[in-house]
Nanobody, 122 residues
Framework: QVQLVESGGGLVQAGGSLRLSCAAS????????TGWFRQAPGKEREFVVA????????YYADSVKGRFTISRDDAKNTVYLQMNNLKPEDTAVYYC???????????????WGQGTQVTVSS
Protein backbone atom coordinates (compact mmCIF):
# COMPACT_ATOMS: atom_id res chain seq x y z
CA GLN A 1 0.00 0.00 0.00
CA VAL A 2 1.49 3.30 -1.10
CA GLN A 3 1.48 6.08 1.45
CA LEU A 4 2.01 9.74 0.71
CA VAL A 5 2.97 11.70 3.80
CA GLU A 6 2.78 15.48 3.77
CA SER A 7 4.51 17.77 6.22
CA GLY A 8 5.55 21.38 6.58
CA GLY A 9 2.25 23.12 7.11
CA GLY A 10 1.75 25.74 9.78
CA LEU A 11 0.79 29.29 10.62
CA VAL A 12 2.51 32.13 8.82
CA GLN A 13 1.90 35.82 8.34
CA ALA A 14 0.91 37.23 4.98
CA GLY A 15 3.98 37.69 2.82
CA GLY A 16 5.76 34.81 4.50
CA SER A 17 6.90 31.46 3.15
CA LEU A 18 6.42 27.78 3.84
CA ARG A 19 7.75 24.65 2.22
CA LEU A 20 5.55 21.59 2.11
CA SER A 21 6.96 18.11 1.63
CA CYS A 22 5.34 14.96 0.28
CA ALA A 23 7.27 11.77 0.94
CA ALA A 24 6.76 8.28 -0.42
CA SER A 25 8.70 5.06 -0.25
CA UNK A 26 11.00 3.92 -3.02
CA UNK A 27 11.41 5.64 -6.37
CA UNK A 28 7.68 6.26 -6.41
CA UNK A 29 7.65 9.72 -7.90
CA UNK A 30 9.79 8.72 -10.87
CA UNK A 31 6.86 6.62 -12.06
CA UNK A 32 3.99 8.88 -11.07
CA UNK A 33 2.87 12.37 -11.88
CA THR A 34 2.37 14.34 -8.69
CA GLY A 35 0.03 17.16 -7.87
CA TRP A 36 -0.78 19.46 -4.99
CA PHE A 37 -4.36 20.36 -4.26
CA ARG A 38 -5.92 22.43 -1.53
CA GLN A 39 -9.29 22.75 0.14
CA ALA A 40 -10.39 25.73 2.18
CA PRO A 41 -13.29 25.48 4.65
CA GLY A 42 -16.60 25.47 2.86
CA LYS A 43 -14.98 25.40 -0.57
CA GLU A 44 -14.36 22.81 -3.25
CA ARG A 45 -10.95 21.20 -3.53
CA GLU A 46 -8.85 23.10 -6.03
CA PHE A 47 -5.81 22.28 -8.10
CA VAL A 48 -2.59 24.08 -7.20
CA VAL A 49 0.27 22.60 -9.22
CA ALA A 50 1.49 19.36 -10.78
CA UNK A 51 4.76 17.89 -11.99
CA UNK A 52 5.23 15.16 -14.58
CA UNK A 53 6.81 11.78 -14.01
CA UNK A 54 10.00 12.95 -15.69
CA UNK A 55 10.05 16.07 -13.57
CA UNK A 56 10.52 18.17 -16.69
CA UNK A 57 7.01 19.55 -17.00
CA UNK A 58 5.02 21.55 -14.49
CA TYR A 59 1.62 23.16 -14.53
CA TYR A 60 0.46 25.86 -12.12
CA ALA A 61 -2.90 27.30 -11.27
CA ASP A 62 -3.05 30.98 -12.18
CA SER A 63 -3.66 31.89 -8.55
CA VAL A 64 -0.21 30.65 -7.49
CA LYS A 65 1.95 31.33 -10.54
CA GLY A 66 5.06 33.26 -9.64
CA ARG A 67 4.63 32.52 -5.92
CA PHE A 68 4.66 28.72 -5.62
CA THR A 69 7.24 26.29 -6.97
CA ILE A 70 7.02 22.51 -7.19
CA SER A 71 10.17 20.43 -7.20
CA ARG A 72 11.25 16.87 -6.67
CA ASP A 73 14.22 15.19 -5.05
CA ASP A 74 14.37 11.60 -6.27
CA ALA A 75 17.23 10.76 -3.91
CA LYS A 76 14.93 11.60 -1.00
CA ASN A 77 11.74 10.29 -2.63
CA THR A 78 10.13 13.63 -1.86
CA VAL A 79 8.16 16.27 -3.74
CA TYR A 80 8.24 19.81 -2.41
CA LEU A 81 5.95 22.80 -2.68
CA GLN A 82 7.74 26.04 -1.95
CA MET A 83 5.19 28.74 -1.20
CA ASN A 84 6.33 32.35 -1.13
CA ASN A 85 4.48 35.62 -0.66
CA LEU A 86 1.63 33.78 0.99
CA LYS A 87 -1.78 35.43 1.15
CA PRO A 88 -4.69 34.85 3.53
CA GLU A 89 -6.62 33.29 0.64
CA ASP A 90 -3.97 30.55 0.46
CA THR A 91 -5.27 29.23 3.79
CA ALA A 92 -6.38 25.63 3.26
CA VAL A 93 -5.55 22.02 3.84
CA TYR A 94 -2.98 21.06 1.23
CA TYR A 95 -2.94 17.57 -0.21
CA CYS A 96 -0.31 15.73 -2.19
CA UNK A 97 -1.60 13.31 -4.83
CA UNK A 98 -0.07 10.98 -7.40
CA UNK A 99 -1.21 9.13 -10.50
CA UNK A 100 0.42 6.71 -12.90
CA UNK A 101 -0.54 8.60 -16.04
CA UNK A 102 -0.01 12.13 -17.21
CA UNK A 103 -0.61 14.87 -14.64
CA UNK A 104 -4.08 16.35 -14.51
CA UNK A 105 -5.78 19.26 -12.82
CA UNK A 106 -9.14 17.60 -12.24
CA UNK A 107 -8.35 15.57 -9.15
CA UNK A 108 -8.33 12.20 -10.92
CA UNK A 109 -5.40 10.80 -8.93
CA UNK A 110 -4.82 7.32 -7.57
CA UNK A 111 -3.04 8.15 -4.34
CA TRP A 112 -3.63 10.90 -1.78
CA GLY A 113 -1.90 12.05 1.35
CA GLN A 114 -3.63 12.95 4.59
CA GLY A 115 -3.22 16.69 4.13
CA THR A 116 -1.38 19.40 6.00
CA GLN A 117 -2.93 22.64 7.25
CA VAL A 118 -1.61 25.97 6.01
CA THR A 119 -2.93 29.08 7.71
CA VAL A 120 -1.95 32.56 6.56
CA SER A 121 -2.82 35.43 8.88
CA SER A 122 -3.37 38.96 7.63
Amino acid sequence: QVQLVESGGGLVQAGGSLRLSCAASGRFFSYHATGWFRQAPGKEREFVVAISRSGEDTYYADSVKGRFTISRDDAKNTVYLQMNNLKPEDTAVYYCAARSGRFRADGDYDYWGQGTQVTVSS
